[in-house]
């Protein structure tokens, strides 16, 4: 079992930047693959960004390439989600997420956090 809690969502003004955290609880973390995922209001969810349990395999969204970063650090249980260049349209609650294998998208996941909201404005 894995346990998520993001933190470090909030409002910024477009061009900034923005560090999200998860702390995941539970011993399987350092052997699990780690994924941010974000819904804007009315959309589906949709996958952002995604690392393997070492952190030597990492994929982006098209849309996000250039400007968001993910990394862990197993020793602290946690992942991160550099956020740089934000724009309006990145306005979106931000789910930190686990599963056993490479994440592609939602059928990959086992845990989902609570999410944390960032609102871009222009």
């Known amino acids: 079992q894995v346990q998520l809690v993001e933190s470090g969502g909030g409002l910024v003004q477009a061009e900034g930047s923005l560090r999200l955290s998860c702390a995941a609880s539970?011993?399987?973390?350092?052997?699990?693959?780690m994924g941010w995922f974000r819904q804007a209001p009315g959309k589906e969810r949709e996958f952002v960004a995604s690392?393997?349990?070492?952190?030597?395999?990492?994929k982006y969204a098209d849309s996000v390439k250039g400007r968001f970063s993910i990394s862990r650090d197993n020793a602290k249980n946690t992942v991160y989600l550099q956020m740089n260049s934000l724009k309006p349209e990145n306005t979106a609650v931000y789910y930190c997420?686990?599963?056993?294998?490479?994440?592609?998208?939602?059928?990959?996941?086992?845990?989902w956090g609570q999410g944390t909201q960032v609102t871009v404005s222009a």
């Open positions: 997420a686990a599963g056993r294998r490479p994440i592609t998208g939602v059928l990959d996941i086992d845990y």
């Open positions: 539970g011993r399987t973390f350092s052997s699990s693959a």
């Open positions: 690392i393997n349990w070492n952190g030597g395999w990492t």
